[in-house]
C-alpha cells in the first residue's frame, strides 16, 4: 500500500513550527511497516522549506526515510503537484475523527488489512501503557 502519513500530531506531538516530543511507537511502526511489510511512506505534511527539511532530518536520523515527500513519486516538484494531492491507500493522521489511534492499533489495521480492529476513541486520550500489543510487536 501506499501511505501518507502527516508530521505534527501523528509523528511527533503537536508544536508547529517547532518539532515536537515523538509519539510513542510512531518510527518504529513506519519502519516496520516500510521494511517488513513493504509499505511505500509518503510524508503528507503542511510544513514547507526549512520547516519540511527539519521533519525529514528528524525522521532521517531515526532511520525512517520516506518514498516520497508531499507528492505522489519522488521526482515530483511543487510546480508538476499544485495543490498537493497526494494518491495513497492511507492517510495517518491526527486529525482524523475520533483523533490518532493508539499506534499498536494503526500496525493491526494495516498488517491485517482489518480496518475494524476494535479501538476505544476515549482511551485515545488517555497515557500510553508501559506493556501491552507494543511489547508483542517490537520485541
Known amino acids: 500500500m501506499i501511505i501518507a502519513v502527516d508530521f505534527d500530531g501523528t509523528i511527533v506531538t503537536h508544536e508547529y513550527p ?7 511507537f510512531a518510527i518504529d511502526t513506519l519502519k516496520k511497516l ?4 513493504h509499505h511505500q511512506i509518503i510524508l503528507w505534511s503542511v510544513r514547507e522549506g526549512r520547516l519540511l527539511k527539519e521533519a525529514i532530518d528528524y525522521c532521517k536520523q531515526r532511520g525512517l526515510e520516506f ?7 519522488p521526482e ?3 510546480e508538476h503537484n499544485s495543490p498537493r494531492k497526494i494518491n495513497a491507500d ?3 493522521d491526527d486529525k482524523n475523527l475520533g483523533g490518532l489511534p493508539d499506534w499498536g492499533v494503526i500496525y493491526q489495521m494495516v498488517h491485517t488489512g482489518n480496518e ?3 479501538y476505544n476513541f476515549d482511551m485515545a486520550m488517555e497515557s500510553p501503557k508501559k506493556k501491552g500489543l507494543f511489547s ?3 520485541k
Open 34 to 37: 516500510q521494511q517488513e511489510d
Open 136 to 138: 508483542r510487536i517490537f
Open 116 to 118: 475494524h480492529v476494535p
Open 76 to 78: 515530483e516538484t511543487d
Open 67 to 73: 518514498y516520497a515527500v508531499n507528492s505522489n513519486f
Open 18 to 24: 517547532n518539532i515536537g516530543k515523538p509519539i510513542p
Open 90 to 92: 492511507l492517510w495517518i
